[in-house]
């Protein structure tokens, strides 16, 4: 198991001196000691008292702490475990810090495709806008030349002879035209106050 749920212990034997080791089992392991099935050190030492253990950590980086802890005289064995626990502890600050860093960099460059984006829309309808404008002008001046003008008129007496509406699949049939051209008509039929929905893809006299 090399997942960070290893620990090192220090632990206070019944001839006042200390023992140190790892595991990922505290309680189980204290336990062990006591019963003399721990470590040959401790087994006639028992009992045996908690003194201190660090925070979770790799099993790799537990057997690091653990032996530099050995290295060292009794009376600085517990000061090393606390140390060893805070260059873990300020070593997971950099990385934090280093991700917030990155986090930062992402959303600042999100910011700036998102202006991007907006200021590739915004031709698009400022076009949007004229075309209806140019379409309506050569309507009134050439009104028999114009495609749409009759499409519309065809659309538009269809739908005033049907009674009960006409539906989108019935036009098509009639008229020849795509779906498409027969919803941008019905559309523009809507706008101009000539058409109403009854129902989905219904159409009536308004």
């Known amino acids: 198991m090399d997942n960070k749920q290893w620990i090192v212990y220090l632990i206070r034997c019944s001839d006042e001196s200390l023992y140190c080791?790892?595991?990922n089992n505290l309680t189980n392991r204290l336990a062990a000691h006591n019963l003399g099935r721990g470590a040959k050190y401790t087994r006639s030492r028992r009992p045996i008292e908690l003194v201190g253990s660090s925070?979770?950590?790799t099993k790799n980086n537990a057997l690091k702490l653990e032996y530099?802890?050995?290295q060292i005289p009794a009376g600085k064995k517990i000061f090393e475990l606390i140390k060893g626990e805070d260059k873990m502890t300020m070593n997971l600050k950099k990385d934090l810090q280093a991700v917030n860093k990155e986090l930062k960099a992402l959303a600042t460059k999100f910011d700036k495709l998102i202006v991007a984006v907006e200021?590739?829309?915004?031709p698009k309808t400022k076009t949007e806008k004229?075309?209806?404008e140019k379409k309506e002008v050569a309507t009134k001046s050439v009104p028999k030349k114009e495609v749409q003008l009759t499409a519309?008129?065809?659309v538009l007496g269809f739908i005033k002879r049907s009674k009960k509406g006409i539906d989108t699949a019935a036009l098509i049939k009639k008229t020849g035209f795509s779906e498409k051209k027969i919803h941008n008509i019905v559309y523009k039929l809507k706008k101009q106050g000539k058409a109403k929905s009854e129902g989905k893809g219904v159409y009536v006299k308004a």
């Open 119 to 122: 200021k590739l829309e915004k």
């Open 68 to 70: 530099r802890i050995k």
């Open 55 to 57: 925070s979770e950590m």
């Open 130 to 132: 004229k075309k209806p």
């Open 152 to 154: 519309i008129d065809t």
């Open 21 to 23: 080791g790892i595991t």
